[in-house]
């Protein structure tokens, strides 16, 4: 079964500058998970997805980050426009059900966003 | 509030010992109790969870940890530890409290020496 998929695993952009990340789940799952985990802590939820309609985005920075997952299945988180406090590794997970069914979820290996 | 608290920031453990890494919750009502390991450069890989029945579970790697619902822990464990279990250890919790989304400890760095 292949994993969830992020791309690009690395990305370098000065600040104000825009950035994407492109996350595939794997196939079948219904929640889509992006988390931002900055160096020496646990991860921080962004937005959760069910399907293609959003369950939590109470800690998405809405002024400058956007997400969406059209169609349910692939999603892409836009950072625009990039700050320094932004640098941090960014984590897309999948799982088969949401979270209140005690559902694990599984994560790619993360996009490591550097602002300078 | 929902919360998690790993009180050690690194645990070291010479190979072949046994290890435990401590995890310490709150939480209304009944938990769903996770742990995760994450490895250089790599995404969070789940290893084992509890959700309901016995309160030792087994996961993936020969690791397990035990729910201990009078001292709200879930501390993972492992009989003999190699050191290929190095890494970053996460304990993750939900409840009703915070509407079942994953409230995370700050994880603990472990080291295991040869």
């Known amino acids: 079964e292949a994993g969830v998929a992020q791309s690009p695993r690395y990305k370098i952009i000065e600040k104000r500058q825009s950035v994407a990340f492109w996350c595939n789940p794997i196939s079948g799952h219904a929640t889509l998970y992006w988390y931002q985990q900055i160096l020496g802590q646990g991860p921080k939820l962004l937005i959760q997805?069910?399907?293609?309609?959003?369950?939590?985005d109470s800690q998405l920075p809405k002024d400058r980050f956007s997400a969406e997952r059209l169609k349910g299945v692939d999603s892409t988180l836009k950072i625009q426009p990039a700050k320094l406090e932004d640098s941090a590794v960014y984590l897309c997970a999948s799982s088969l059900r949401g979270a209140e069914g005690g559902t694990e979820a599984f994560f790619g290996q993360g996009t490591r966003l550097t602002v300078v | 509030a929902q919360s998690v608290a790993q009180p050690e920031d690194q645990v070291n453990v010479a190979e072949g010992n046994p290890l435990t890494v401590k995890c310490t919750y709150s939480v209304s009502g009944n938990p769903y109790l996770f742990w995760y390991v994450q490895y250089p450069n790599r995404g969070l890989q789940f290893l084992l969870k509890y959700i309901t029945g016995d309160n030792l579970v087994k996961g993936s790697y020969g690791f397990e940890a035990e729910f201990n619902k009078s001292q709200t822990s879930f501390h993972l464990k492992k009989p003999s530890a190699l050191v290929s279990d190095s890494a970053l250890y996460f304990c993750?919790?939900?409840?009703?409290?915070?509407?079942?989304?994953?409230?995370w400890g700050a994880g603990t760095k472990l080291i295991i020496k040869p």
């Open positions: 997805f069910q399907n293609n309609g959003v369950v939590d």
């Open positions: 993750a919790v939900s409840g009703m409290d915070s509407n079942y989304q994953l409230i």
